[in-house]
């Protein structure tokens, strides 16, 4: 019986419910800069690195004062603080991480989050079990390109081709479908009519719905799973 070798999780929107922050504390700096954020323009950058998110509105937006490193800096203290504070899991979350820990050998967290945002989530909910946590920020591209996928088999000697991934936005399906990884994409609900979903090896509405067999059927197509 063939087996993922490792399950590699996406953090924002997908683990955590930390879409509707990353709204707050982006609308808020933004403003700053004269941008007026709404949620309609919020999903051009899901998934996006918040360097990237940054580049994006000001090719759209020219601003002289503040830097963009510096609106960088002020968006991240601010998604910090929020989570912190009012940040909790997704339905399904843990008993997934959990189930994945049961099914796989190595179990791994690949976000676009800047490392700081990733350790404040760790800490808070006192997540030590992951084999490899690695952040895009280090990466010359973040998602769509699968760089932070590849790094992270790489750093655990694992094919990307037997491994699973767990997403939530389309750039982080790209990432991965990209990096020659199976994919179960949990879309949020103003993104389910994407079209571009479809190459998701499976779609589900919440991480409620992962069942061990629903794995091991994936990785063994020729073999039903009872």
Known sequence: MKKPEAIIFDMDGLLIDSEPLWFEAEKK????????????MILQTRGLRIDEVVDYWHKKNQWESPSKDEIVN??????????????????GAMDTIELAHNISKKVCLASSSHIALIQAVLKKFNLNNFDCVH?????????????????????INVDPKNCLAFEDSVFGLMAAKSAGMYCIAVPAF??????????????LNSLEEVNKNMILNMFNKDVCVE
């Open 135 to 155: 952040s895009a920020e280090s990466e010359l591209k973040g998602k769509p390109d699968p760089a932070v996928y590849l790094t992270t088999c790489k750093r």
């Open 190 to 203: 103003e993104e389910k009519n994407d079209v571009r979903f479809k190459e998701a090896d499976l779609i």
């Open 74 to 91: 002020d968006i991240l203290y601010t998604i910090i603080c929020l989570v912190e504070e009012r940040g909790k899991f997704l339905p």
């Open 29 to 40: 700096v933004l403003h700053k800069v004269g941008i007026n954020l709404d949620e309609r």
